[in-house]
């Protein structure tokens, strides 16, 4: 099923005044999206689920105050994102490594011709190995355009940690990304 704006537009204001088959389109028609948007940042398909449920939740419900101005689908991303951030500071137990120390700025080796044949999905599918601290952080700071002071304010945690788990998890990408085209 594929919308135009207007015909989103036309659904995001019958949502408004509260129509449940709209919310059912609505629901149906960006519910891969943003199951895609959850696992980035929680590894587990049933508690991303759970999240995606959340977010839809907590989006009709304050759907009202969706101002038309950006686009809905951003809106309803940034809903799922925050309800998964939400999700990750209750599960707060070894998520973050509290690494206060100073990251120095790397020399970045060039390694371009190694990672040629490294199609989305693999690069996808080792972003979610990360653990969800490392994870967190990288979506955060590559995927959604955050500054590691704002990562640490969404996330309860130091500028420097949010510096020192986007630098491991580099590294452990780069590691997971080696291995899966070695020979």
């Not at 948007?37 to 939740?57: E, K, M, P």
Request: net charge positive.
């Amino acid at each position: 099923m594929k919308l135009g704006a207007k015909d989103i537009h036309n659904l995001v204001e019958r949502c408004k005044e509260n129509n449940r088959l709209a919310q059912k389109k609505v629901y149906e028609y960006y519910y891969g999206k943003m199951m895609g948007v959850a696992l980035r940042y929680i590894n587990d398909r049933d508690a991303a689920s759970d999240v995606v449920q959340d977010g839809f939740i907590k989006a009709f419900s304050k759907i009202k105050n969706y101002t038309s101005t950006g686009s809905f689908e951003g809106w309803l991303r940034r809903i799922i994102s925050n309800t998964a951030i939400d999700q990750l500071r209750k599960n707060k137990k070894e998520t973050f490594l509290q690494n206060e120390e100073n990251i120095e700025a790397e020399d970045e080796i060039q390694e371009e011709s190694i990672y040629q044949n490294i199609n989305m999905s693999e690069i996808v599918s080792a972003v979610s190995e990360l653990s969800n601290g490392y994870r967190s952080v990288f979506n955060l700071y590559v995927m959604e355009g955050y500054t590691h002071q704002e990562i640490g304010e969404i996330l309860g945690i130091s500028t420097g940690t949010s510096k020192s788990n986007y630098s491991k998890a580099k590294k452990k990408l780069k590691s997971i990304l080696i291995n899966k085209i070695k020979p």
